[in-house]
């Protein structure tokens, strides 16, 4: 054999133990099912508590979004509504004037019967179609004694 020492030996035999030690660890950790088993279940909880705080503060950016955009559609509605009613109350106000003004150039005789179309328009409106209906009767009627 060649020139061993004692010292050689025994250090390479603790060498050797310490490689057996280490082998002897991973074993046991590869064996120790339960252990990983327990430390997978905790990386996937606190990855799923992270995905839920996350999907919780994404919730809460939209839900703030659609709040502000709301509140500006609100704001925009109420400020047509405001120009409408003002567009109204102008057109009411010259409609208005414009009544007097006609009112006041209707001579006085005529105010009556006038006044009383105005608050009984039905009869009116019969009366117009009736003469709508003759025109258009006259005009069919001659319109056939040409052909």
Known sequence: ???????????QI????????????????????????????????DRAGAMTVQLRSTASQAGHQIQERASRATDTVHAVQHRATHAGHAVQHRATH???????RVPAPVRV????????PRPIVIVGAAGVALVAAGWLGRRRARR
Do not use: I
């Open 1 to 11: 054999m060649t020139d061993r020492t004692a010292a050689d030996l025994r250090r």
């Open 14 to 45: 603790e060498q050797t133990r310490h490689q057996l030690g280490a082998t002897v660890e991973e074993l046991a950790a590869k064996a120790d099912v339960r252990g990983r088993t327990r430390a997978r279940a905790a990386d996937l909880l």
């Open 98 to 104: 414009a009544g007097h003004a006609v009112e006041d």
């Open 113 to 120: 019967p006038v006044r009383f179309a105005m608050r009984h």
